[in-house]
């Protein structure tokens, strides 16, 4: 079994680089890094019961999930970077923007432990804040955790919104900043298929 530190995580995206721009992936791919460290705190409260939702952007949260390296990268390498599912492990994922909360709120309904991992830019939207408002008004077991990067894609998250990033604390989030190692897609090299 792979020890899952930073080393390893900033290497498993440097390999998953890597076989991009050979043109081994024949679809997108959404590299996360420079949140590494903030990410292994998070994990270190999630159990293996809990249920996990993320974004596109999820390679990083599947491994500290608990997901088996090779079997996260067979997925990546089948063209599924942005869309991991492993039931086995109570990890789901969403390429849609805000588009994984109420499917968490959802599974919290139900009384499971659940995790819901949201781009800055989706804390802004309509989406997040209803089943944010839905779930503290129920009381419901659900932490949202904002991965803020102060960018939208590309733009930066203060340009589209106006104002501050997220000028509001919400009681029962998590909030980190951080700079991302990779483009919003690919690895920064042009790819051909």
């Not at 990410?39 to 990083?60: A, G, Q, V, Y």
């Not at 919400?170 to 900043?177: E, I, N, R, S, V």
Request: hydrophobic content about 40%; aromatic content about 12%; some cysteine.
């Amino acid at each position: 079994m792979a020890v899952i530190n930073k080393d390893f995580l900033i290497q498993f995206e440097r390999d998953i680089a890597t076989e991009f721009e050979a043109g081994h992936i024949r679809a997108p791919v959404h590299l996360a890094g420079g949140n590494e460290s903030e990410l292994i705190e998070i994990f270190k409260d999630i159990k293996p019961e809990d249920f996990c939702f993320s974004t596109h952007r999820s390679h990083l949260h599947a491994l500290l999930k608990g997901v088996p390296p090779e079997l996260v990268k067979a997925e990546i390498m089948a063209g599924h970077s942005i869309s991991l599912q492993f039931p086995e492990y109570h990890f789901f994922t969403s390429a849609i923007v805000g588009g994984i909360c109420p499917i968490a709120m959802g599974m919290a309904m139900t009384g499971q432990k659940t995790w819901c991992f949201v781009g800055d830019a989706s804390a802004h939207t309509g989406i997040f804040r209803e089943c944010y408002d839905y779930s503290l008004g129920h009381r419901l077991p659900i932490k949202f955790i904002i991965e803020d990067n102060n960018l939208s894609v590309d733009t930066p998250t203060r340009h589209l919104w106006g104002g501050d990033s997220l000028p509001v604390r919400f009681p029962f989030t998590g909030h980190y900043h951080y700079t991302r190692a990779y483009p919003h897609q690919g690895s920064g090299k042009w790819v051909t298929f």
